[in-house]
């Protein structure tokens, strides 16, 4: 962000989208289900649409809480740990001539950056927490009533079908241009349900969840750009020539220099600035609904809808501009052209005299955030007296996502630069267009009963990625991934209930130099998406590592 050079404007617009929007579209198949915390639902791979789980049918399938009779309580612990890596290589020809051409040296090249320390946006507390152990652990659960001899069901449970988030730690991390801590929740607290018995073969239901949604996150910024070079070699080129105006002019006809001129130039590889975002929402409503059907005692069909919800998020931003950016701009304002681009449109001056400290803007904000409607069919087959199958498949309508829009309370330093070249942007508004896409997935369980106390299951999900391969980063590992689930049920006298259930996903990518427009693209004067790694190869992966363990009775 303290850039210097005619079109620094080009990759900053986008900053805070490049953040924010890849950190909440990385739920779309990477981590959304993962911490709801079922063990059913898990070691069956979450294929379980027509084999809804207990109290969980709430978020899985509404209508089969109707099987649920009399009072029953279900309560659970989820236990996570996540691996997030990112393997930079080397560049394409084009960079690689820049590099050598202006004697630059890129940080991130063939370098890897690792990390499992978990870092949680927790309710009403701003910014990221660093977990304390090793594990994340999250106690869940619900209760059910069924007035007797009554076809109708209630329930509420507290659940979180999403969550996710680490940081990097090392000051030096390869890939703290895009995330050096970020974390994304939604944590259901209350959902009023119902499930109703219509025929012997019929059940609906449905749900309203209410929750809270919450993101944070941090980066530091550089700006591969030719432009930058450009710019820096301008700057240098006045300053062995002495064409600078003298420093102690006041009022100079025109200053490229900065304000010290002994100060470092801003090149495309210099840390820029650093950017903090934080925002939640208290209430955010779903709705769900599901039916189901059952012929017969050994096939039942299931289909649920979860509609599209929006979420307000408020908020606040901090950008700290490095000295490059302050020294460059705040001297471009002080002379008589910065004065008159300023007295024809608004222009960065800088923030020398910011009043939160030189080169700091802060304020409110609000974003906009869309979860996607989702749909799930699937069948469940007894097809043996102790074996059963299911198969789910599943749709998100990512496709939504052509663009986002986030709100400032003023205008900044940065959109002052973007409105100038962008029609996404004003001076208090910015919108970025996603083009994600909506995807089709399967999901695959077998349940064997050993005995009559004991099952056995496995699970198994393709996890197909909404997001292009073009659009892919390094803020989160989003490429396609594969769940792996294993679990058991023991049933215990007075129908009490155990399941236990392990999970193991791996996500990978491969993006070679110049393929993603969010991170490594090469193309200077049409990429205006924040590109840290410009030209750069790059492989990234994810593993998750799930216990979940569920206990359900009657009360």
Known sequence: MNVIGPKINVPLWALVFSVLVNSFGTQAALVENLTMGNAKALSLGNAVTADPPSIDSIHYNPAGLAKLKGRQLNLKVLAASMEFEVAFGGHDDKTRQILDGFEYHDEAAHRTSKTSTIGLRLPYDEGVTEWPLPVLIMPMGGASYSPPGS????????????????????????????????????????????????????????????????????TSIRVPNIALAWGELLTRRLQEQNACPAQDDPMPLANLCGLDQSLARMGPYTNATQLEFDAESGLVAGINIGALWQPNDWFTWGVVYQFERKANLDGTYRLTYHDEWVNFFGGLHQSNLGQGINFLLPFPDGQVDSPHGRGIEYGKAEIEIITPAHFSTGISLQAAPRWKLNIDVKWTDWGVWDGLSVSFDQPLDFTKLATLVSAYSELTELTIPRHYKSVWN?????????????????????????????????????????????????????????????????AEASVPANTSTNANSSDDFNNFIYNPYAGTDFSSQMNAYLLEVSYSAPF
């Open 151 to 218: 076809d109708v069901t209630f329930a509420t449970a507290a659940y979180a079908p999403m969550a996710a988030g680490y940081i990097r730690e090392d000051e030096d991390d390869p890939a703290r241009f895009m995330g050096e801590y970020m974390s994304m929740a939604t944590i259901t607290y209350f959902s009023p349900s119902i499930g109703v018995q219509l025929t012997e073969h019929w059940s609906v239901g449905a749900s309203i969840n209410f929750s809270w949604q919450g993101v944070t996150a941090g």
């Open 442 to 506: 399967w999901a695959f369980g077998v349940e064997y009963q050993y005995n009559d106390n004991l099952a056995l299951r496995f699970g198994y999900e393709p996890r197909k990625s909404s997001i292009p391969d073009d659009k892919q980063d390094v803020l989160l590992p989003v490429g396609d991934a594969e769940l792996f689930g294993f679990g058991v049920e023991y049933t215990m006298r007075n129908d009490r209930l155990l399941e236990v259930a392990l999970g193991y996903v791996h």
